[in-house]
């Protein structure tokens, strides 16, 4: 249930709405907006009798039922686009398409440093590095674990890139949050709850990648699960789905893109290092992935592609990365104008 | 096995060639190229004493051995891409991108005209409409047949579009080779073997649509029947494939492009409207289409599609079309100045 | 819409019923029953005048609308399974379970009869083989045509198994009908709307194979083309569909048995070889289909699999063939026990 | 790499074997039988030499490279059945096909010692219950918890049945161990390699089921996590895989079976509520599991599936489940014969 008060309502007004919501036997789980509060309202069974109470209140504007299973994180509970701020100057979401660079595992002091100084020089903005690592094979590298995040936030100090790393154990969300500004959600944990809860509860932007084989609404319902347990900073990530399609590693749904942006306020990133596995393919879905709006991409690169302990065949040398910032240039002054525009009509 | 001869190779040599090939008792298939001629081999068994016997002779420069499937739709046969001239000033897989753009299916003289002035108008050089529709109840609307081909024949003539419709049956190849500038084969009989054998031993340019669940290598195998049965002339066409995800009609699988692009010479068009099944998402991903590098787009457009027989729901509006064609003239400015750079590179 | 008579109608009434039907122009598509007969409509736009009209005939027992898609092949339509008479003992969807079997292509004399001879000894009903062959490379082996043809007929009169072979253009359905009982529409031309109308036209009996990604539904429609084009003979097929996994050649739907039985009255069979792609499977799924409720399997059997032109890693060697039928004569038991308590409850 | 020691080796030999072994910087993982011992090595990097030391050693058999990607779980590392032991009777991978019963969730106390009293009666060797509940909304019931647990272990105690419950989290293993005999890890957490590992380090055994979109070979590697980290008692469990057919809720791989048969020593269990979704499609997919050889079934069943919190649809009443079990006896019989059949040629 949403309920929307009138414009300008005191203090006094929404705390009588809530009263009033708390009486019915529901929960208040979010109060947004300035000029115009709207209460988020979570609660079973039929809401039927409160919607017509609070209707009766001259304070309310509108009470209304949510028929989407996602609630928070739904174009009716907001309709603009939530910004989400990274570190002091990074918004995702907002007026610049974000660009996230690194390689796919931390695994070095060097080639982290590395990396940092070449991406953030061709004009990434977030650093990317796993230091946890969910490997198929139990004999894989897992990562340098703690010691990669402090490589990280090392490279963050030095080069002034915010970091985004992946969080792969709700045991470890204190562990990660100290290091990273943005906590990542891989594919395989999409659906792992508990892990969910837990990144509600902490304060940290999170980027939740959507599973091999989720739907557009289950990675909604997921993105819900940590809104709802009081992190509104979510950013979506489409990474490929699985397909019966071999010939890359994953199949890129780009038109999730457009989907979800109708569907959420949520920002959306594309991850073409992922979805295709292979890094010729990665410039042209960069392209793609600008045009057809989509809030930013995080692209895998490395000082040497052939000599990186994981997903080398889909990372970027340095000076590809580099290249292909310089290829979307005329694209991304396309997708400024595109939101420039959307702004003014809004 | 594909026999590249020297440089100015005289017509005696090709045929000394030529003779030697078929005393080994293969076929010859194919001979390309001006200047530097390239003769297409067919055969089975090994070819090894065939190989070294034509490499022992000067004319010859390199003989080879093709490892993928298919041969004469490979780069290795051909590595610039193919021009498919439509009619006299339409080149697809050239400089321009083209659009082919009108109804799903052919309902009356009024709204075929309509739909060609209009999107004429908006820039597009093709019209397309159904004049026999695969439909997967045999109670739905089947099409007009011959009576919608002649409707088809006089829009291009009032227009000056060229005309893509789609082919059905082996048996109505003449039929519709009759009045029809490109055949199209619909996803449904893209491994319709007699089909595309009958479409290979005619002349006319062939749009194959890749099928709800083939691979890209399957497409191109396809592809190679049209061609190995005689028609250089094809056409590859993304239009979605089928996978769990069901918020669009189907996924589109838009990395098949730059895919396609490093293994064929054949040009690629996308279809917005089978890849969504939703107005809406139409135009996202025609952007996104001209960006990664199509080299045309097949967007289904109706005067009325609330009252569009078939795919209503997909259709945009004409002045919806015309408003797509200016929202990417941007990018294709952009995909414009890239086949030039691309041009000059080669 | 459906209009069930009185039992014991008359023809006279039956006559009137029909004309009352063609007066609101509508098509009388099917009688059914002997007892109790049952009218199928065919006819687009709202028929609720029509049945008004109708249920206030006397004779009348009740007319329904048929909400699913498919009329014909639905159970609304009929609710004891269709038993087809194949050649002149053999009953798909009777009290017996028939197993097809034989080799992938027709490829000699030798080869087709000693498969003949060995199936036929195992207990076999119909011999399959392929004289057209749907191949995914235009240079792969396209079948023996005609003359494999005439020596499946061969085979018949040697043995007296009933012939099954793959028809695949609208073009060839007059000369594989005069050679083949049953008429096998590949899983690639499922959607091949052409040939499934020449098929309802033509009168032999059809085994309609589910396509690599359609849907049980979109397998239903199909077989309606076939009835709605007058042949009610139509067997359907599950060969597994095209998934993500691919340590199997296909992923076998083995549950659609139990969800057609719930939808029509069409027989299903299983084809283990196509399924699984690999010999050591084929036996194992052979157990699950009987004790599932198939009607039917259809298996790959071939003298010399290891020479086989087409699908040797598939095909059973004729020993294991006979294995195998040994291997599940204790689940054809406990099969022919389940469908004789079925028809004493029915 | 995988050593075999001659028969009857002694302790000093084995321990030398392990000596050189340590001094090539490789890991014991594991050692393995009485009469014939078979040690386990994990490490990586070039093992020739180390292979080619053991083998000049007299008590040393072969030393084998693994080439699987998965080594304890291989066939090639135990060749005969895993034979799991639960409780004091009850032998998963034996003699006996195990079925495993009992509600989606824990209710309530009356609820699940009604169900388990029933289907101890039908024949169930172990309960089903979940206790924390994975929920693709936030909104919905996530189980009793803690409280569950012990409704689970009074149950066990009442009726003398195992215990089967899902684990969702690594922080949650210690409290879960404490009441379960079978720690269950979902569909969604097969890829959760935070709790893979800690469920290693607990000795308890581990039904994995294979994810929605995970390979057969995935599943082996997520199995090997867990025996990798100390722990073999692995019990796999296919309950569908998520196609693009929507009639039931997933599509069961049935053929995983004999599949896994090939590769894996580890027993496997179907599935069917899950599978199917839908509770008329759970009994021929019993039979059918029995049929291809399942080590055992693991079946919803409720008091009152009606009033379900979860799962309803899918949930045999107990009455259903006690039918089912008397459907499946005579498959049941023969099953027993079958592996009576294999035990005497092994």
Redesign the interface.
Same mark, same amino acid.
Do not use: W
């Given at each position: 249930m949403i309920v929307s008060m009138k414009r300008f309502a005191t203090k006094a007004e929404i705390d009588s709405v809530c009263e009033r919501i708390r009486d019915f036997g529901y929960k208040i789980h979010a109060i947004e907006g300035e000029e115009r509060v709207v209460i988020g309202v979570?609660g079973?069974g039929d809401v039927t009798a409160c919607l017509e109470s609070l209707e009766a209140m001259d304070c309310v504007e509108k009470a209304m039922r949510i028929s989407a *299973? %996602?609630k928070f994180v739904s174009k009716e509970f907001r309709t603009g686009k939530t910004v989400i701020k990274i570190g002091s100057d990074v918004d995702i979401g907002g007026d610049d398409l974000v660009v996230m660079a690194g390689p796919c595992s931390v695994e070095s002091e060097k080639q982290i440093m590395e990396s940092a100084y070449a991406v953030a020089k061709s004009g990434a903005k977030v650093l990317r590095g796993g230091a946890f690592k969910? !490997? +198929?094979? *139990?004999?894989d590298f897992q990562g340098m674990a703690e010691e990669g995040l402090k490589l990280l936030a090392k490279a963050r100090e030095a080069t002034g890139l915010a970091i985004v790393t992946e969080i @792969?154990?709700?045991?470890?969300v204190d562990l990660v949050a100290e290091y990273t500004d943005i906590m990542q959600v891989g594919a !395989?944990?999409m659906?792992?709850? /508990? $892990?969910l809860?837990s990144l509600g509860r902490c304060g940290r932007p999170v980027m939740l990648k959507r599973? $091999?084989?989720s739907?557009?609404?289950?990675l909604l @319902?997921s993105a819900? %699960?940590i809104v /709802?347990?009081g992190n509104p900073n979510v950013i979506l990530c489409e990474r490929g &789905?699985? +397909?019966?399609? +071999? &010939? +890359?590693r994953n199949?890129?749904? &780009?038109?999730a893109? *457009?989907?979800l942006n109708?569907l959420t306020h949520l920002p959306i990133v594309i991850d073409p290092s992922h /979805?295709?596995g292979k890094r010729? #393919?990665v410039p *042209? #879905?960069c392209? /793609?992935?600008?045009? &057809?709006?989509a809030d930013g991409l995080i692209v895998e690169a490395h000082p040497c592609p052939e000599r990186a302990i994981s997903d080398g065949a889909q990372s970027l040398h340095l000076e590809e990365f580099d290249r292909m910032m310089r290829d979307i240039a005329? %694209?991304v002054k $396309?997708w400024k104008?595109s939101r420039a525009a959307m702004a003014a009509t809004v």
């Open positions: 979570v079973v *299973p %996602y969910p !490997r +198929t094979s *139990p004999y @792969m154990s709700d045991g470890e !395989r944990n659906q792992n709850f /508990a $892990l809860k599973g $091999l084989s739907t557009i609404k289950e @319902m819900e %699960y /709802a347990h &789905i699985r +397909t019966f399609e +071999t &010939i +890359t199949t890129c749904d &780009i038109v893109v *457009p989907v109708e /979805a295709t010729s #393919l *042209p #879905l392209r /793609a992935a600008v045009a &057809i709006g005329g %694209y $396309l104008e």
